[in-house]
């Protein structure tokens, strides 16, 4: 069965520090995809990143970026010098095929505190 | 501007009482989803679907119906058999159904049973 593992529940550092956080994925499937969301205090989940299984090229945007190793199975997602803006609950997700349609497998979830 | 809406925002609701939540959206997408979030988990699927006048079972899907009637609305209702209605529900959108879409997501509507 499809499962995605965010071992950190919650992380609190200093602005400007530098955060990773953990994700974990199993799957069967030789094509998949992976995202990234992020999930501020308003509630409605932002989409920051997607990544194809055959693509383990590491991804950065601005202060984001992203580790993709197959080897271990992981999606980690690292944010430079963060700020409170940042603060916010963090979801890895895997998505798979499910009778023709896409389904979208979520972790627990990781909830980033930025503190001034 | 394009994107999802959810009403109400906030819900509360009686035991034994059904409730209906509604989804919208705008961006002419053909699939669309409802998940429950509880805290400290992540999302799980309840519904979805891939086209008007059509929808699948998502992971718990029990307690729960959905209707497609139109392309641009995806309504949730809790019916009364949901053992433990109180969370946080959030509907979604895809332009399709393949792995690589992402879904857009609405500002969720939060219920609680008194």
Known sequence: ?116 | DGGITQSPKYLFRKEGQNVTLSCEQNLNHDAMYWYRQDPGQGLRLIYYSQIVNDFQKGDIAEGYSVSREKKESFPLTVTSAQKNPTAFYLCASSIGGNLYNEQFFGPGTRLTVL
Do not use: H, M
């Open chain 1, 1 to 116: 069965a499809q499962k995605v593992t965010q071992a950190q529940t919650e992380i609190s550092v200093v602005e400007k520090e530098d955060v990773t956080l953990d994700c974990v994925y199993e799957t069967r499937d030789t094509t998949y995809y992976l995202f990234w969301y992020k999930q501020p205090p308003s509630g409605e989940l932002v989409f920051l990143i997607r990544r194809n299984s055959f693509d383990e090229q590491n991804e950065i945007s601005g202060r984001y970026s992203w580790n993709f190793q197959k080897s271990t199975s992981s999606f980690n997602f690292t944010i430079t010098a963060s700020q409170v803006v940042d603060s916010a609950v963090y979801f890895c997700a895997l998505s798979e095929a499910n009778q023709g349609a896409q389904k979208l497998v979520f972790g627990q979830g990781t909830r980033l505190t930025i503190n001034p």
